[in-house]
């Protein structure tokens, strides 16, 4: 039995590896007939930056549906085709709920209810987009500060329609069935309506029905145009003066330019080839993608190759692998503390290693695509401040090796994986962030420095956490004590070394950019809020104000003062740094601020001890 317990330190890490490698390797490999993985991989411009289709549908489905799994009878296999298959086979689309709805006052205003369930289709919305319009446009007038429970719900559901009948529009006409062939026969007709033209205005005989027809199709690709805000036709490599074009722009510019855009032709004939169906149709689909595919690679090989790089990322999804393997290295420390056996000790910090590495090159990949410093929005600094709290904790573990600091952890790279993910539900998160100003040295200095300080807070209060349970509910011993206290000393004194630096170097920023060092703004409050807090338990410590117990229950509440710091602050929609707001938000910072104040009264009600 000893022998298998400590056999499981290598065991244990080498499984999780395998599991690592068959992930990899299905995310290489299309689960469909269609060449879905390299038409996702193809660049469109949205959100003011170039991203690959796939990441399109990935951020959409997401926005819309709260989740990546598509929902009805015979669903898309993925994101990216259930995108193809909006545009290309609308009525099956229409038919499936996605749309979110869970205010009661909104279900009233389209004439459902909540016994029909959570999510709805569009074809059972359509019927009152006009009631949602002008309800729309009325909450619209008003001050967003000032907008009620159901005006946010409704405005919600009134963006994600917007959304939804754009992205329907991005690269097909849904009224359609042959696009390729009627944007042919646009160009074509145009030439011979304006040969017609001619003949009308030298007073010959001419044929109206040819005119009539090219009038027709040109209305129809100017209405096209703004019903979407995907730009599909890239410029030349180098060719600074063009700009992306949506696709109906593009069908016009070939009026000028005397051919179609490779762009069009591939996108036309992906949507009628994905519509029709059958093995001569992914056939066609196929050539579509790989001769748009080989247009980019001479033309616009970084753009490609960037997109590429971004829908594997997407689909290897390397932060849901650091969740699972930080699951594993919490319960390896658990069965440590339950068994002694220091072989599960080694397998918790090994696999939290793993997952420490998948963490970092995951941070790596985001920073090489976006092209900034790692953390320029909500969502990522939330997976920064996980993975700065896990360096911490691991060379804490390397140091006192008591299975502590790779529970602590795998504890904190999880929660804040789990709320990088709920951040992401809002949208793109390599969309750079209103707020933050274009500059890589700051991002790179202040917001690096302050979030290191949010990390090492929350993991001096995520170990005071497990100190406080742990006395509460069994007792610690001596030498674990003692570890414990000079864990969260130590993690205390560089949270106030680095809360306080990137402070100031915050205020350095804020002169150079807005002309006054502090203005009092609340995130800048929330930020002097944690230096103080952190600088007021070291020297209620060193004075001997507060012992063990009280330098963790102190601890604990410095988690309340930082989630205010990085969410509440947010939540006031006042001052320069009031960005990514989130109602959610509200509910869950409430709930940890209380669970918070109940392992600090935990901590404070117990029986008699030595003190220490």
């Not at 027809?213 to 096209?224: C, K």
């Not at 330019?257 to 591939?266: F, G, K, V």
């Not at 793993?354 to 939330?382: C, K, Q």
């Not at 000393?489 to 990137?502: E, H, M, N, P």
Request: with cysteine; glycine share 8%.
């Amino acid at each position: 039995m000893k022998r298998l317990l400590n056999s499981l330190s290598w065991l244990i890490p080498v499984l999780c590896l395998v599991g690592i490698a068959a992930s990899a390797f299905r995310a290489t490999r299309s689960s469909s007939d269609w060449e879905l993985q390299r038409f996702g991989e193809l660049p469109v411009v949205s959100n003011g930056r170039i991203q690959p289709l796939d990441a399109l549908a990935r951020n959409a489905i997401l926005t819309i549906h709260g989740k990546q799994k598509i929902p009805g009878e015979n669903p898309p296999s993925s994101p990216i085709e259930w995108l193809l298959e909006l545009g290309a086979k609308p009525a099956v689309a229409d038919a499936r709920p996605i749309f979110l709805i869970h205010h009661d006052d909104v279900l009233g205003i389209v004439k459902l209810t909540q016994s029909e369930g959570k999510s709805f289709s569009y074809n059972q919305l359509e019927p009152s987009i006009m009631e949602l319009s002008e309800e729309s446009q009325r909450i619209g007038e008003e001050p967003a500060g000032a907008w009620s429970p159901y005006d946010k719900a409704l405005m919600k559901l009134w963006r994600n329609i917007g959304l939804y009948l754009r992205l329907k529009h991005a690269f097909a006409l849904p009224e359609e069935e042959q696009l390729e062939s009627e944007i042919l026969l646009f160009l074509s007709g145009v030439d011979a309506a304006i040969a017609e033209a001619e003949k009308r205005n030298a007073g010959e005989e001419f044929n109206a029905a040819v005119i009539d027809q090219a009038a027709t199709r040109m209305r129809s690709i100017l209405e096209w145009s703004p019903k979407t805000h995907i730009f599909t036709k890239p410029p030349v490599e180098g060719d600074t003066e063009t700009e992306w074009r949506k696709m109906a722009d593009s069908v016009i510019d070939a009026l000028d330019e005397e051919e179609l855009h490779p762009s069009t032709i591939a996108l036309a004939r992906v949507g009628d080839s994905y519509r029709a169906g059958g093995d001569e149709a992914k056939s066609s689909f196929k050539s579509g993608v790989e001769e748009y595919t080989t247009w980019l690679a001479e033309n616009r090989p970084d753009d490609l190759g960037k997109c590429r790089a971004e829908a594997l990322f997407n689909r290897i999804a390397p932060f849901a692998l650091c969740m699972a393997l930080y699951v594993v290295a919490f319960l390896c420390a658990i069965a440590f503390w339950l068994t002694g056996k220091d072989g599960l000790r080694s397998a918790a910090f090994r696999v939290l290693l793993i997952g420490l590495a998948i963490h970092t090159i995951g941070l790596i990949v985001r920073m090489a695509l976006e092209g900034r410093p790692p953390v320029t929005n909500l969502y990522s600094s939330a997976v920064f401040i996980g993975w700065g709290a896990i360096v911490l904790s691991a060379v804490l573990e390397w140091f006192y090796k008591n299975a502590i600091g790779s529970a602590v952890a795998a504890m904190t790279g999880f929660t804040t994986l789990v709320i990088a993910h709920h951040l992401s539900l809002s949208g793109d998160t390599l969309e750079m962030m209103r707020a933050v100003l274009d500059s890589n040295f700051w991002l790179a200095t202040h917001v690096i420095v302050i979030t290191l300080g949010y990390s090492a807070t929350f993991l001096a209060g995520a170990i005071a956490i497990v100190y406080l349970i742990r006395h509460v509910f069994g007792g610690v011993p001596k030498s674990v004590e003692t570890s414990m206290k000079g864990m969260v000393y130590g993690t205390l004194c560089f949270a106030t070394l680095a809360s306080f630096v990137g402070t100031v170097l915050g205020g350095i920023w804020a002169d150079q950019s807005w002309g006054r060092f502090w203005g009092w703004d609340p995130k800048e409050n929330g930020a002097l809020l944690i230096v103080l807090w952190n600088a007021i338990i070291l020297h209620a410590r060193w004075g001997g104000m507060i012992r063990a117990k009280g330098m963790m229950v102190m601890a604990v509440f410095g988690n309340i003062v930082t989630s205010w710091s990085w969410f509440g602050t947010n939540m006031l929609g006042i001052g320069l740094h009031s960005y990514g707001f989130t109602d959610a938000a509200f509910f869950w910072l409430s709930v940890f601020i209380i669970s918070q104040l109940v392992i600090m009264g935990l901590g404070l009600f117990r029986r008699n001890e030595r003190r220490a």
